[in-house]
């Protein structure tokens, strides 16, 4: 069964940095793409960047282009957000999901900025 | 980048009604389209892919149907389960773009 568990959530001020991880099981992790998504408080899904199972091919939002930066490690079955220079709309609950279709999601993890 | 309109935002049904909810992209994207269902609170499940392709142990009360662009997805006999947001999403090009989702509320 693939599962994906997301952490490093928390409180920031604007202008500031947080980094989430990922973990992933059941599945053969080095092969397959992975995504990150988000949904604000009392809104709907937004899809924030993927990532080719080599790390060769990266894909952002125009909203979050040059502020975050997804990244994995395959040898630890990890996938990674950086988020750079964070604003308040940035807040939200934070998904990783397996595959670049988003195929099996986690819990999530939140980032609130304030 | 391609829009997607979901419709209707809303939707009050009653258990065993017939269902359908659409979203229409605003550019062809040929059969790349998913259906999650989110409950809330909960992390969003997708219930199908490739437009009509049923994600395993999805109940087969579940269809989807479509390409181009115009897409539904009909549940056939609510159950109460089955209230939920839903929401497209269109993974034919990037970035990629979910439709604003339909809330279906018990009647």
């Known amino acids: 069964e693939v599962q994906v568990v997301e952490s490093g959530g928390g409180l920031v001020q604007p202008g500031g940095s947080l980094t989430l991880s990922c973990a992933a099981s059941?599945?053969?992790?080095?092969?397959?793409?992975m995504t990150w998504g988000r949904q604000a408080p009392g809104k709907g899904l937004e899809w924030v960047a993927n990532?080719?199972?080599?790390?060769?091919?990266?894909h952002y939002v125009d909203s979050v282009n040059g502020r975050f930066t997804i990244s994995r490690d395959n040898a630890k079955e990890s996938l990674y957000l950086q988020m750079n220079s964070l604003r308040a709309e940035d807040t939200a609950v934070y998904f990783c999901?397996?595959?670049?279709?988003?195929?099996?999601w986690g819990k999530g993890t939140t980032v609130t900025v304030s | 980048d391609i829009q997607m309109t979901q419709s209707p935002s809303s939707l009050s049904a009653s258990v065993g009604d017939r269902v359908t909810i659409t979203c229409r992209a605003s550019?062809?994207?040929?059969?790349?389209l998913g259906w999650f269902q989110q409950k809330p609170g909960k992390a969003p499940k997708r219930l199908i892919y490739?437009?009509?392709t049923l994600e395993s142990a999805v109940p087969s009360r579940f269809s989807g149907s479509g390409s181009g662009t115009e897409f539904t997805l009909t549940i056939s006999s609510l159950q109460p389960e089955d209230f939920a947001t839903y929401y497209c999403?269109?993974?034919?090009?990037?970035?990629?773009?979910f439709g604003q989702g339909t809330k279906l509320e018990i009647k």
């Open positions: 999901s397996s595959g670049g279709h988003m195929d099996v």
């Open positions: 059941g599945l053969p992790f080095a092969n397959f793409w």
């Open positions: 990532i080719k199972g080599d790390g060769s091919e990266k």
């Open positions: 550019q062809g994207i040929r059969n790349n």
């Open positions: 490739a437009a009509s």
């Open positions: 999403l269109q993974h034919n090009s990037y970035p990629y773009t």
